[in-house]
């Protein structure tokens, strides 16, 4: 946040333009609260928010957060820190937040803190709406960060941050050409504002696009570029995500050994990060690669155990698609009976979220079938596969 200003004054004549030599000091209103909490009061105040699950009265939340920068800064940060853990937790508490900050008044807040922290807490929001699979709540917080940090002296950074997400959006609904037009602008930004890890973000972005636009040399060279560079000030997490998918990559090419060995890698950086969400996605491809191994046994229970991570994350839309996978491959060992419970537990959700909606056809017949205890596995794999189109 910008303290200081220097306020330009030309007095302009025929002859010569004169340049000030003073500068003033802008004076801003100082803080409501009359004195400074201390760094143990700032964290007590931060966990209790977060620890609650309702208050009864605003005045309660005020007496918790008052209007302290330093006690919603740490909020934030911790909501930050949590977002791949437990983004259902998160998309119940920075809507929390952005609401209490709402019904605030500006004047209450030092410069620009308010519009600050409404950007941050609906930009966290956001974060976790996208990874909970809700994509028009993603846009909407994200158009609320949007309007907010607009409103900050220096927003540049955090609508770079916007900018990524709805790249993402892009990314998931599989328009990938429009994610390579659009990604270096935001790349070069977070290089200018040396943004390190924000930038490697976009790096993997740019990989990602390229896999699954069929690039896949070039998509193989970036992430083995990231995921070796192993910079400190990049999460390394990151890196065991390439690792993740450059193991996929060598498993369509037929390398079986050398992905598991890349997965076996990939796996302590993302349990050093908790990164629940990446293990379970890693899971997922350990049991792709097992299947195409031949080895049904092992690969169901790498599947069996993505589906339960996912669940206990809250991904509805992601289990939904993956317990298709999961009762395809069921079908395939024979176990036709718990394939059926499988595709029972997916089609509500499928249903309830439109999920594929060209896809009605494929999903009715498949109910159908299951109803008559013959799951037909020629629409199971056309379901799967407009699932996988949007997942």
Known sequence: MLLMTFRAVCNCTTSAVQMPDVANVLRFRPRVTSASLSREDVDLRADEFLASELYDSESEVDRTLGVDGDVLTAVCKRLGDVLNEDPRAVGEKAPRLYRYLCAKSSRDFFFDERDFFLGESALLAAGASRLLGKKEETELWLDRADANFRHTVSPSPQLARVAY?????????????????????????????????????????EAMSLKELGRVEESSTKLERLAFSRRERVDQSLYGMALVNLGDLRSEKGCFDSALAAYKEAMPLLQAANRHYALADLKVMVGGTLRKMGQLTQALGAYRDAVQDHVNLGMATRVAYLRILFAEVLLEAGKVREAEWEILAALPTIDQEQMVPEGFAAAALLRESVRQRNPDSNALFELREYLQASN
Do not use: W
């Open 165 to 205: 997400i709805r790249l993402t959006l892009r990314y998931q609904t599989r328009r990938h050409e429009e994610v390579l037009e659009l990604l270096p602008s935001v790349t070069l930004t977070f290089e200018k504002l040396g943004m390190e890890n924000d930038e490697a973000k976009c790096r993997f972005l």
